[in-house]
């Protein structure tokens, strides 16, 4: 006997995209939201040195963001100069999505948050990325979409990232130092919070 397709998703439950830049305390409300009963799904990134807490970073999210980037042959953790970085959400806008790439983020998200009214994702990249997800929630039956947009003060942010040695190869090849470049992302990361923000609402 053939097992029937499961519901579409009901309109009414919850989707909360988590957006904030790198270094800007997304880890910290992650967690709180998933201690209120927010659904994060699994597997979630192993804790780092760098965030020896955790990140509560969903991989799958994670890995189709990193995908996107690379294939728009962007850096792959969504850093950059500023105008760079400004010019990805609207080509993650007109990124082809094909059926399969559907059907696999359908299938993860049915798998994972089935049973679940209130759920959501945490990822700095679906900051830049999220003109290609919000298309894509709606088109698989999500209506209460509501981000969750989170800043932090640029010098303690830029600070932060800057500490960090990932930062290093993209500030030497582009020959700036660190703390500028962290600076100018968290520039660009703003403006697109504030546009996501004038959209959602």
Not at 33 to 41: A, H, I, R, S
């Amino acid at each position: 006997m053939q097992t029937p397709d499961p519901p579409p998703a009901p309109a009414d439950d919850c989707v909360i995209p988590i957006l904030g830049m790198h270094r800007s305390g997304t880890s910290m409300f992650t967690r709180a939201l998933q201690l209120m009963g927010v659904e994060l799904g699994e597997p979630l990134m192993a804790p780092q040195t760098d965030n020896p807490k955790g990140f509560w970073e969903n991989e799958f999210f994670y890995g189709v963001n990193v995908r996107i980037l690379q294939a728009i042959q962007r850096h792959f953790s969504g850093y950059g100069r500023r105008d760079d970085l400004l010019q990805i959400p609207g080509i993650s806008a007109m990124i082809e999505r094909t059926d399969e790439d559907l059907s696999t983020i359908e299938d993860y998200i049915r798998s994972q948050f089935g049973a679940s009214r209130v759920w959501g994702w945490k990822d700095p990249r679906t900051v830049l990325l999220f003109p290609f997800w919000l298309p894509v929630l709606v088109e698989l039956g999500f209506r209460r979409i509501r981000p969750m947009i989170i800043t932090r003060h640029p010098s303690s942010c830029a600070r932060s990232l800057a500490a960090r040695t990932d930062l290093d190869p993209l500030a030497g090849a582009l020959g700036i130092d660190k703390t500028t470049l962290a600076l100018e992302m968290w520039i660009a990361y703003a403006h697109v919070l504030l546009d996501i923000a004038a959209e959602t609402g």
